[in-house]
C-alpha cells in the first residue's frame, strides 16, 4: 500500500482539538477544496461536497478555538466564495483570520471576498510563482 489510510471524523476531529490545545499558537490548515485532486492510488475524485463539508468541520473547529486558517483552493473559487458568504450570516462562525493560500483565483474575485460584510476585513492572500505560473504582471500587481 501506499501508506494511506482514510481517518474517521471523529478521530481526526479529536486529535485536532487536542493539538489546538496544546499548542495555542498553531493554526489550522491547510484545508481547502480542490477539484483536480485524486485520491491516491486511484483515479477517483472526491465529491465537492463531500470536501466541502470537511471544510465546514475544519473552519468551525479553528472559529471555535479562535485560530487562523490557512485555505487551498483549485478551481473551485466559487464554491469557497459561497461557503464565506454563508458564514458572513454569522461571523461568529469565521475564523478571526483566512490566508488563502497560494491563491489562484482571477483578481476580479479578490473584492468578492474582502467585500463580505462583518467577515471581509479576515481575509489575505497569498501568491506562488511555483504553484501559481503568474507573475506580478499576470497578477495585475
Known amino acids: 500500500g501506499n501508506g494511506l489510510r482514510v481517518v474517521p471524523s471523529d478521530e481526526w476531529e479529536g486529535r485536532l482539538r ?3 490545545r496544546q ?3 498553531a493554526i489550522v490548515g491547510e484545508i481547502g477544496i480542490d477539484r483536480s485532486a485524486v485520491i491516491p492510488g486511484s483515479r477517483a475524485k472526491t465529491k465537492l461536497q ?6 465546514q468541520r475544519q473552519v468551525s473547529i479553528a472559529a471555535e478555538f479562535q485560530r487562523p486558517v490557512s485555505v487551498h483552493c483549485v478551481r473551485g473559487y466559487s464554491h469557497l466564495f459561497e461557503f464565506f458568504q454563508q458564514l458572513a450570516k454569522h461571523p461568529e462562525t469565521c475564523p478571526p ?3 488563502l493560500h497560494s491563491y489562484g483565483g482571477s483578481v476580479e474575485e479578490i473584492p468578492r471576498f474582502y467585500k ?3 467577515i471581509g476585513d479576515r481575509f489575505y492572500y497569498s501568491f506562488s510563482h511555483a504553484i501559481n505560473h ?3 504582471d499576470k497578477l495585475g500587481a
Open 23 to 25: 499548542i495555542p499558537t
Open 134 to 136: 503568474r507573475t506580478p
Open 116 to 118: 463580505l460584510p462583518g
Open 18 to 20: 487536542q493539538l489546538l
Open 50 to 55: 463531500h470536501q466541502i463539508q470537511l471544510v
Open 97 to 99: 483570520r483566512v490566508m
